[in-house]
């Protein structure tokens, strides 16, 4: 053939590819043709896409800023108040009457309005009313679930106040910005920063610049000082936290950073000579005064209802502006009962205005909470005299160590983690140790020999965990902790319910004294926790929040597992021995079961009782602070007496209390059928040890001579409950089953010297 009859014959193949629709080689990729997917997103698709939807925006935007329009005043809003009632329903109080007047700008300083403009929006002056993009990133997280972004102008806050409400939503965002765009084009820039430094809310129930200035620093607005001025701007971030009147470390820190912020940008600005930045201090507020109707402890359980909804989102400006209505979980009854607990065994005993006799009584503050283990309710709370004295709740204060209240936590883990000792034994409450005081912990690359109370030496030649339980002695449990491994320890009091907050020594064996800081919630959740059989508890105090355009439910506050059953029931057996046998001995009664641990933190600055029935859990601390530096002092020396520990007025008040509240009512027993408290264990070592022995011994070696004795005379309880002989039973209750094995090591062999059995750490 040819070439031009091969040429012919490829034409002629070509032409009938073509009539049949399938393009060929080159000739299909010549004739630009797209196949498959790619038809539908070719960038004249994707750019008419785009600028279509740009269009749409802009048309949105433009038919908005037509339609809305400036709404009257939320006079309603600003003129409604809050409502607290109790569990069953009754009025506690009414909150809201609004601390407000009203002042023209030139009755403010001008370096004050410079301070604000410097840290909420430098461009205030130059700028339209709005920033697109702080009010993208809102828009964003709002859209995301994550709330709002700051970024706001002060034209937008002052709308948000003065025009709308605190919601959250896109819908409010976008209100705000449109009429915050026809704001600023109706009103002068100097009417609109007046009207927004009169309606802001700054904490302390103060409405507007007048109201904080007299709240904060008792003087009029036009007197405030720069300095002043400046802790005000930064204030209104977040009024609660970052008051220094009861600000806790990380607020103080917070607050400090954002008041240098404010003086460093009004430099940046060129309204603040650097020299004089470099003089101004933070100014200290006056002490706060608490609002009409907070007397007693209801602005206590107020502030802690306030703080729950704080943590769940609920900020500040939206409690503040009103319209609230809260059922708390308190229950009248307790309240009251716990309120007179600790007027009759703590501040009956007192004498706070006999300061040159009774200095140390001055010093003295009590907090509690009680607890139902089986709805996670706060059914009453103490948070101390009143806010005129105390303006800030004890109950919910977080700059105080728990002490030994924490070596449940640390024996739990132990229990949970199959820890083993260094010598390979498993630990269980009947596991030994060395109780010697001030022994070295073996196995922790960190050094430590805690001292024991009154630097008593335990064990002949060795004890149980169950008695060193009882008689909390340091040097078992910094031992038990290196055994078990503190990071372990640490994550297991985390998913407890205790808060990770700075200056927790983790992988340090001081751990296991309790040397973190924790509230009488927080370790009110862990008992409840262990009383639960292991399933979480987390307090709660408001049962429900409501208000027209928004609700707030805590739900459930019983979680998952975080304990096995045979954990916590296991742990809760052995804290029945601290009160039958131990150091809790002050709170035994015919009439509960109860289960608990004393605590006693160094130098006596703090004492705790966590003490738990069926029922109810409650803690009861004290706290020793100087009332003028508010520093940490010493509880010795209150009521004329000695050491104060977790054993005496703390146990006394939760005594008082849980009978007062339990009397009349057919109360349970703990049901412990999966606790173990593991095989019984030999002692290693036959020989006592001298007196002189070495302090280096060994995790299992005694190395001192034991100043307790075992009584051959004393009969112990195999069960580990001291039980009265002439107590009858009470017919409505359950008989136990005479079949059930007993634990034969349960017995307190080794009492606590006399001065321990009532100030016991």
């Known amino acids: 053939m040819g070439r031009a009859e091969a040429r012919r014959a490829q034409q002629q193949r070509g032409a009938r590819k073509a009539l049949s629709g399938r393009p060929s080689g080159r000739a299909g990729k010549a004739s630009g043709k797209r196949t498959g997917i790619r038809r539908f997103f070719t960038w004249k698709k994707i750019l008419g896409a785009f600028f279509g939807t740009i269009l749409l925006l802009v048309a949105g935007a433009i038919a908005a800023y037509f339609m809305v329009e400036p709404p009257d005043p939320r006079n309603d809003a600003v003129l409604q108040s809050n409502t607290y009632k109790y569990a069953d329903g009754s009025i506690m109080a009414r909150t809201g009457e609004k601390n407000r007047v009203i002042v023209p700008l030139d009755k403010i300083p001008e370096d004050v309005r410079t301070a604000f403009i410097a840290i909420e929006n430098k461009s205030f002056y130059k700028d339209s009313g709005v920033d697109l993009m702080g009010v993208g990133r809102g828009l964003f997280n709002t859209l995301r679930g994550k709330g709002t972004a700051g970024g706001s102008t002060i034209t937008q806050q002052y709308v948000k106040n003065y025009y709308l409400t605190q919601d959250q939503s896109a819908s409010r965002k976008l209100r705000e910005l449109v009429i915050a765009i026809k704001v600023d084009q109706r009103m002068s820039k100097d009417d609109i920063l ?6 802001n809310f700054y904490g302390r129930n103060a409405y507007g610049i007048q109201a904080a200035a007299q709240a904060f620093y008792g003087v009029d607005a036009d007197k405030l000082t720069l300095a002043q001025g400046a802790y005000l701007a930064a204030v209104i971030q977040a009024p609660s936290q970052y008051d220094l009147a009861f600000a806790g470390p990380n607020g103080r820190h917070l607050v400090n950073v954002r008041f240098n912020a404010v003086l460093d940008n009004m430099v940046e600005m060129g309204k603040l000579d650097p020299a004089t930045r470099k003089t101004i201090q933070l100014p200290e507020p006056i002490k706060p005064r608490p609002a009409p109707g907070m007397d007693g402890q209801k602005g206590y359980l107020i502030q802690a209802a306030n703080a729950e909804l704080n943590a769940h989102g609920v900020k500040d400006e939206a409690i503040a502006a009103g319209g609230w209505t809260l059922t ?17 065994k703590l501040e009956s005993q007192l004498q706070r205005k006999n300061v040159e006799e009774r200095p140390q009584d001055q ?95 335990y064990g002949n030649p060795m004890l149980t965990v169950q008695e060193a339980t009882n008689s ?3 040097s078992v449990y910094a031992q038990m902790i290196v055994d078990t491994k503190p990071a372990s320890v640490k994550k297991q009091a985390l998913a407890l319910g205790m808060q990770d907050r700075e200056g927790w020594p983790e992988d340090k064996p001081a751990m296991s004294l309790g040397t973190m800081s924790a509230d009488t919630v927080e370790m009110a959740g ?66 509960y079961e109860a289960a608990g641990k004393t605590g006693t933190t160094e130098s006596n600055v703090a004492a705790w009782f966590t003490g738990y029935t069926p029922e109810l859990v409650t803690v009861v601390a004290m706290f020793g602070e100087d009332p003028n530096s508010h520093g940490q002092v010493t509880l010795t ?59 280096t011994a060994s995790a299992t070696g005694n190395t001192k001579s034991p100043t307790n004795t075992v009584s051959p005379t004393k009969t112990a309880d195999p069960t580990g ?17 005479p079949t059930k094995t007993a634990d034969p090591t349960k017995s307190f062999l080794f009492p606590p010297p006399p001065q321990e059995q009532q100030r016991q750490p």
């Not at 409950?721 to 089953?737: L, S």
Request: aromatic content about 6%; proline content about 7%; hydrophobic content about 30%.
């Open 328 to 344: 708390l979980n308190i229950d009248k009854k307790k309240q009251a009962a716990l309120e007179k607990a600790v007027q009759d």
């Open 472 to 474: 909390s002695v340091n």
């Open 721 to 737: 409950h001291t039980k009265d002989p002439t107590k009858t039973a009470d017919p409505t209750k359950p008989t136990k089953d």
């Open 363 to 457: 010093s003295v503050q009590a907090g509690a909470t009680s607890v139902d283990p089986k709805t996670g309710a706060i059914v009453a709370m103490y948070g101390g005299t009143g806010l005129n004295e105390k303006y800030n709740s004890n109950a919910l204060r977080k700059d105080y160590q728990p002490g030994s209240t924490f070596k449940p936590i640390v024996l739990a883990t132990a229990l949970e983690t199959g820890a083993t000792t260094q010598d390979g034994r498993k630990i269980t409450p009947n596991t030994l140790y060395d109780g010697t005081s001030k022994r070295p912990v073996v196995g922790s690359s960190v050094p430590f020999a805690p001292q024991n109370q009154d630097d008593h030496n």
């Open 526 to 591: 862990v008992y409840a926790t262990f009383d639960n059989h292991g399933k979480k508890v987390t307090p709660t105090i408001v049962k429900k929040a409501e208000r027209k355009d928004a609700t707030y439910n805590p739900g459930s506050p019983i979680g998952g597992q975080v304990l096995s059953r045979k954990t916590a029931d296991t742990v809760t057996k052995v804290l029945t021995g601290v009160v039958d046998n131990g150091s809790g001995n002050a709170v035994k009664s015919d009439a």
């Open 194 to 199: 007046a009207g927004y430094l009169n309606t």
């Open 637 to 695: 020396g209150t009521a004329g007496g000695g050491r104060a520990g977790g054993s005496s007025f703390p146990a006394e008040i939760w005594k008082a209390y849980t009978t007062s509240v339990l009397s009349g009512v057919s109360t349970d027993e703990f049901d412990l059928s999966d606790a173990d408290m593991g095989p019984v264990q030999a002692p290693t070592r036959s020989a006592a040890p001298t007196k002189d022995a070495s302090p």
